[in-house]
């Protein structure tokens, strides 16, 4: 990343990236050249180079910011001090809000990941990374709720949470949210039994 003598993040660094985040999303991550963001960005290639030494590093670090709102807005609803269930319940409504929100187009991470489809390329990586992240999360807190298969109950989280996410963009936006909700109550108010299959 790279700091101003304030060792602040870079008034240009922020401009690409802000620019590159609103146009990656809404129209897709190779549909967008360099050309384009410079411009939008009212910067030089050589700037943006310099932030940025290629495309998919720009990809990654818009990948990375939306990853670090989504962990800020969990953050804040694990520390208010609410039981592990209504987290649960606050992050599925955060999943919510975006789809019902003006310019949804799905999920950030499954589009790049459908642009980018080898598992080695670093665009890949930085999905998974945040999969596994937003897994790790749901299934401990949903331990933490009393769920005796927690694993599997947040693999039963995410598959929700995309099936949402997609739904979202091609069907009514509140019917998709109210069959969301209601398929996270029934997942919160099930529990599992360990010795069963």
Same mark, same amino acid.
């Given at each position: 990343?790279?700091? +101003?003598?304030?060792?602040?993040?870079?008034?240009?660094?922020?401009?690409?990236?802000?620019?590159?985040?609103?146009?990656?999303?809404?129209?897709?991550?190779?549909? #967008?050249?360099?050309?384009?963001?410079?411009?939008?960005?009212?910067?030089?290639?050589?700037?943006?180079?310099?932030?940025?030494?290629?495309?998919?590093?720009? #990809?990654?670090?818009?990948?990375?910011?939306?990853?670090?709102?989504?962990?800020?807005?969990?953050?804040?609803?694990?520390?208010?001090?609410?039981?592990?269930?209504?987290?649960?319940?606050?992050?599925?409504?955060?999943?919510?809000?975006?789809?019902?929100?003006? *310019?949804?187009?799905?999920?950030?991470?499954? +589009?790049?990941?459908?642009?980018?489809?080898?598992?080695?390329?670093?665009?890949?990586?930085? #999905?998974? *990374?945040?999969?596994?992240?937003?897994?790790?999360?749901?299934?401990?807190?949903?331990?933490?709720? *009393?769920?005796?298969?927690?694993?599997?109950?947040?693999?039963?989280?995410?598959?929700?949470?995309? *099936?949402?996410?997609?739904?979202?963009?091609?069907?009514?936006?509140?019917?998709?949210?109210?069959?969301?909700?209601?398929?996270?109550?029934?997942?919160?108010?099930?529990?599992?039994?360990?010795?069963?299959?």
């Amino acid at each position: 990343m790279t700091h +101003n003598a304030g060792g602040r993040v870079s008034e240009a660094r922020s401009r690409l990236l802000g620019t590159a985040t609103r146009i990656f999303y809404a129209e897709g991550l190779h549909a #967008v050249g360099i050309d384009r963001i410079v411009a939008e960005a009212k910067v030089t290639r050589a700037t943006l180079y310099r932030h940025f030494p290629g495309k998919d590093d720009l #990809v990654v670090a818009y990948l990375q910011g939306i990853h670090q709102m989504e962990r800020d807005r969990i953050g804040e609803a694990i520390g208010g001090g609410r039981p592990a269930a209504d987290v649960l319940r606050a992050i599925a409504e955060t999943i919510v809000d975006g789809i019902e929100s003006a *310019g949804f187009r799905g999920c950030a991470f499954l +589009n790049a990941v459908a642009e980018y489809p080898d598992p080695e390329h670093p665009v890949h990586k930085a #999905v998974l *990374g945040h999969r596994d992240w937003f897994l790790r999360t749901v299934t401990d807190l949903l331990a933490e709720a *009393g769920e005796m298969r927690a694993e599997l109950a947040g693999r039963h989280f995410i598959m929700l949470r995309d *099936g949402a996410m997609v739904a979202g963009c091609l069907s009514d936006p509140a019917e998709v949210c109210a069959t969301f909700r209601q398929a996270i109550e029934g997942l919160l108010r099930f529990r599992g039994d360990s010795t069963s299959d």
